[in-house]
């Protein structure tokens, strides 16, 4: 009998695994769609657009689950301030799409778990490996590789990627602060709300005519972010999040493969040097995390 509940963690965590790469599958599906709008339409319609149909998804389930407090949850400054960053991201990665590979794109978005790990001390308070500080400094590396700074200057589409990375990292430790009094329905919701309303202040100075494919690509792009969305919660409520951390790194090998079916784009040998750097560094900095968490427990006679 006692091996029915170790089998049954065990089942839970693989199907948390398989979720997460399920998930962010669709996240290079969703920067392919972002790419595919960028002839179409405006960067600011684009992002607009699909906070637009993501909103209107999100909308009735928060507030089925949560109530009116949706539109004015706990700690709303500072929701708001985490949904313009992430409305800022968006828009850099859109930007980013319009000269770049999706896959390159998508790497240089995960310079953030080596932004997250190196400010975490400061910003946070939390204490950081020794070793996880290799890891901080190969995730750079990797990333300059993708980038290919030269003496012709720095591509600015690349610029638009690490920016992009930087807001994440950014969102990723507001949502930290927001964990203990507010929902994740109710934060990514508001997040909605916020940039919507955000973008569209912008949206009379970039309008144009929507044709009927960028309407269905932009109700495409809104429904798999959604889907994306739901499939990530699933994953973290039947796994650790450092258990599903390292699996995250799998949307690189999606975009790759997405970029290539759908554009014809593949990563030079170059590129695949940065981003093999990238995905060690992110394992090794998760992993390191997860050591110390359990060493930790240990000395202080915690099971775990």
């Not at 859109?94 to 080596?114: E, K, N, S, T, W």
């Not at 200057?153 to 690490?162: R, S």
């Not at 929507?210 to 889907?227: C, D, N, R, W, Y």
């Amino acid at each position: 009998m006692s091996d029915i509940p170790a089998a049954r963690d065990t089942s839970s965590t693989l199907t948390g695994i398989l979720l997460v790469i399920a998930g962010v599958s669709l996240g290079a599906i969703n920067g392919a769609l972002f790419k595919a709008l960028t002839p179409l339409l405006p960067e600011v319609l684009i992002t607009f657009g699909r906070y637009v149909v993501y909103l209107a998804i999100m909308l009735p389930v928060a507030l089925w689950r949560r109530g009116p407090q949706v539109f004015w949850p706990p700690m709303a400054w500072l929701q708001i301030a985490r949904g313009v960053v992430q409305c800022l991201g968006t828009l850099a990665f859109v930007a980013a799409a319009v000269g770049m590979p999706v896959a390159d794109a998508i790497a240089l978005l995960y310079v953030y778990p080596f932004l997250v790990t190196a400010v975490a001390p400061f910003a946070l308070g939390e204490k950081v490996p020794k070793i996880a500080w290799v890891g901080v400094a190969g995730g750079f590396i990797g990333v300059l590789i993708i980038m290919k700074p030269g003496f012709d200057g720095v591509n600015v589409y690349a610029l638009w990627g690490v920016l992009c990375g930087c807001c994440v990292a950014a969102q990723l430790m507001i949502s930290r602060k927001l964990a203990p009094v507010s929902g994740v329905i109710t934060t990514s919701t508001f997040g909605a709300l916020v940039g919507t309303i955000v973008l569209g202040l912008g949206v009379p100075f970039f309008w144009q005519a929507v044709s009927l494919e960028a309407v269905l690509l932009l109700l495409l792009l809104g429904a798999v972010t959604a889907f994306n969305q739901s499939l990530l919660l699933a994953a973290f409520a039947r796994a650790e999040a450092s258990t599903l951390a390292p699996f995250g790194y799998f949307e690189i090998v999606a975009a790759v493969v997405v970029g290539f079916l759908w554009f014809g784009d593949f990563p030079d040998h170059v590129t695949w040097t940065g981003i093999g750097i990238i995905i060690a560094s992110g394992i090794l900095v998760a992993r390191s995390q997860v050591t110390a968490r359990s060493l930790i427990g240990r000395r202080r006679g915690r099971p775990v």
